[in-house]
């Protein structure tokens, strides 16, 4: 289970970085969005994979999960759907404005 979730991140990581290379907004948007569920799924699995355990204390539990890496990736979930809509807007804005959507233009184009 280890060694699939490790292989997720880093495919969710590798093709964030991938997409942040390029030259068009709307991948380097897609990118970001990779790259945070890379970030939340880590840190989701830094709380330890436990199986039909409770995330609350119970005195009839013997062991219990980590409340807080699952309020953090929640946070991180609301935090990165506010920055998404701030990016798409800002590209919105910029593709209005110049007519097309490439990044990586010098001074003189």
Known sequence: MEALIAATIGL????????????????????????SYAVNVFIFISGRLAVNLPAIIDKSATAYTDPLPQALVL??????FGMTAVLVLMALGAWLTTGHDRVDLEDGQ
Do not use: E, H, N
């Not at 907004?25 to 969005?33: A, D, E, K, Q, R």
């Open 12 to 35: 969710l990581t590798a093709g964030g970085i991938y997409l942040m290379l390029r030259a068009r907004t709307f991948p380097v948007i897609l990118g970001l969005t990779l790259l």
């Open 75 to 80: 946070t991180a979930i609301v935090i990165s």
